[in-house]
């Protein structure tokens, strides 16, 4: 009990609650073109297909690192290197957000489709700055912390995604409120992030030296001579785009640097094929936009908070290869409660069930990722880096799973076979983890 209480106390810092509010600001804009578009598409009467195919704009988060190098390298004139990238990002979200209120679903979406693409694309760059905001505030020895940050990361995500989610589908179940005008309540919501933003402090990084060191390897690649003009826009792209993914691949190895990538590209591929259809199949099961926000956002939102602190200390006391493996297992159990529901009906109690199962699991493999991931990168290159893994993680998790309505609908719309197939969606990833295990523990003790 007392290693309990010892491990709790890496909460008690005033930067982890930092990194609780931005996970909170990173979660939410996925309710504006994620669960809360599926039921405006829903209620519009669009195919399963059509609302799964709008999945296709998450793809925005798994192409991150196309562009994470200038989140590294270029600071806007206010606020710091990181806090001024997210401060814009929210205010180009706020207003597509608005914009997106005023249209009409019937006869203006493409238009819908492209405006949540662009709050896609400013989400995924506000997380680039969020993730590396994170891993700059904590510094490489303090394990710990890491852990402790994954964990209220997380949380902070689910509680905007979740918890904040909870608002739209109670706001749409009353014949007061149209979706358009909930979008403008969300817009609201969204504007309160910026303040959070300003009030926030900028981690101290000296990353400096190691650029500098960058800087002279390319330098004298290119050549000893009188440096020239495109000599220097050479370097500066150089050590920019390729230092980040060279030194990754460097410090890691090429062999457990692809395995880490391809290990978190499969992860959680069967948690983001159900997740794509979790709010269709509850309509079409019979429960209500009340019910979803009431169970499926609110009470996983508890649920997750409150497994995030737990996985977060089951990191810290066994690591992070054994957090994996744990939620990984529960992972693929928990999809097998919805096939349950599918076979059984619109069962309140079996709702709650299913909720708490699937929001322990997922808070619990998302605290183990995070804290994977954010083991693995270079605080001088944690924008890029984290990128480069994370939105392979999203890529797996959007892309592809944005065919699961075209898979529902060729199952003759067999909820229960559907489910079952997510399951087993888990198991490849959990026999490459095995595989790679002892690297982890090197990399866990090295640090």
Request: hydrophobic content about 55%; some cysteine.
């Amino acid at each position: 009990m007392s290693d309990f209480f010892s491990n709790l106390s890496a909460y008690k810092d005033r930067r982890i609650l930092n990194i609780f509010l931005f996970g909170i600001a990173s979660g939410f804009p996925w309710i504006m073109i994620g669960s809360a578009m599926s039921a405006w598409l829903k209620d519009e009467s669009l195919s399963r297909s059509a609302i799964g195919l709008f999945g296709l704009i998450f793809t925005a988060y798994s192409i991150t690192f196309l562009w994470s190098p200038l989140l590294d390298r270029i600071r806007l004139p206010f606020l710091g290197l990181r806090r001024g990238w997210i401060i814009c990002m929210q205010i180009c979200i706020v207003v597509a957000c608005l914009f997106m209120g005023q249209l009409n679903v019937q006869e203006q979406l493409y238009l819908m489709a492209a405006t949540g693409l662009f709050i896609a694309l400013c989400s995924a760059t506000q997380d680039i700055a969020i993730d590396a905001f994170r891993v700059d505030s904590i510094a490489s020895g303090e394990k710990d912390k890491m852990s402790a940050a994954s964990a209220m990361a997380t949380a902070g995500w689910w509680t905007g995604y979740g918890g904040l989610g909870a608002i739209p589908f109670w706001l749409a179940d009353s014949p007061a409120w149209s979706w358009g005008e909930v979008y403008w309540v969300l817009a609201g919501i969204m504007s309160v992030f910026i303040v959070i933003t300003l009030l926030a402090k900028e981690p101290d990084v000296d990353r400096d030296s190691e650029i500098q060191l960058s800087t002279n390897l390319y330098q004298n690649a290119l050549g000893n001579g009188a440096v020239t003009a495109w000599q220097k826009l050479s370097v500066w792209i150089l050590v920019s785009v390729v230092e980040p993914f060279r030194e990754f691949f460097v410090r890691n190895g090429v062999r457990f640097a692809l395995s880490v990538l391809m290990f978190i590209f499969i992860f959680k591929m069967g948690e983001a094929f159900l997740g794509r259809m979790s709010i269709v199949f509850y309509r079409e099961i019979g429960f209500s936009n009340a019910d979803i926000g009431t169970y499926s956002k609110l009470l996983n939102w508890w649920v997750t908070i409150i497994f995030s602190v737990i996985g977060g200390l089951v990191n810290i006391k066994y690591g992070v290869f054994k957090g994996l493996m744990i939620s990984g297992v529960t992972m693929a159990l928990s999809n097998l409660m919805f096939a349950v529901i599918a076979q059984v009906g619109p069962s309140k109690e079996l709702l709650v069930a299913a909720v708490f199962i699937d929001g322990f699991t997922a808070a619990w493999s998302s605290v183990a990722l995070v804290a994977f991931i954010s083991l693995m990168c270079n605080r001088a290159f944690s924008a890029t880096q984290y990128a480069l893994m994370a939105s392979l993680g999203v890529l797996g998790r959007t892309f592809l799973a944005s065919s699961s309505g075209v898979i529902v609908d060729a199952m003759d719309g067999n909820w229960t076979a559907f489910f079952i197939l997510t399951a087993l969606m888990v198991i490849p990833s959990l026999l490459f983890l095995w595989s790679i295990r002892h690297d982890i523990a090197r990399l866990e003790a090295k640090q």
